[in-house]
């Protein structure tokens, strides 16, 4: 069992800065992939950003340039730090992770938190 939860959302100004985190526990060693996946009201839920454990990241369009992420391997927690943040990052954040690795076994595996809101004021 994987549980993956989120914090540091909350309310900001356009242009302020704000930095997510995401904290997985439970029985298991590894994850191929963690990431963050927004959803807006009314809309499809969207990759932000993935981070492999080698530390190959990938960035949605609207993301490069202002959003960074970046993870700990051993504490097996990712982060998302994001700045210069406008009206239309309002959303639910999700942390995901693909592929879970436990003592000998491999799973092909999607896990997501809870979510937490970010709502970027103008």
């Known amino acids: 069992q994987v549980q993956l939860v989120e914090t540091g959302g909350g309310l900001v100004q356009a242009g302020g800065s704000l930095r997510l985190s995401c904290a997985a526990s439970?029985?298991?060693?590894?994850?191929?992939?963690m990431g963050w996946y927004r959803q807006a009201p009314d809309k499809k839920r969207e990759m932000v950003a993935i981070?492999?454990?080698?530390?190959?990241?990938l960035y949605a369009d609207s993301a490069k340039g202002r959003f960074s992420i970046s993870g700990d391997n051993a504490k097996n927690t990712v982060y998302l730090q994001m700045n210069s943040l406008k009206p239309e990052d309002t959303a639910v954040y999700f942390c995901?992770?693909?592929?879970?690795?436990?003592?000998?076994?491999?799973?092909?595996?999607?896990?997501w938190g809870n979510g937490t809101l970010v709502t970027v004021s103008s």
């Open positions: 995901n992770s693909k592929g879970v690795w436990t003592t000998g076994v491999y799973y092909d595996l999607d896990f």
């Open positions: 439970g029985n298991f060693l590894r994850f191929n992939t």
């Open positions: 981070i492999s454990r080698g530390g190959s990241t």
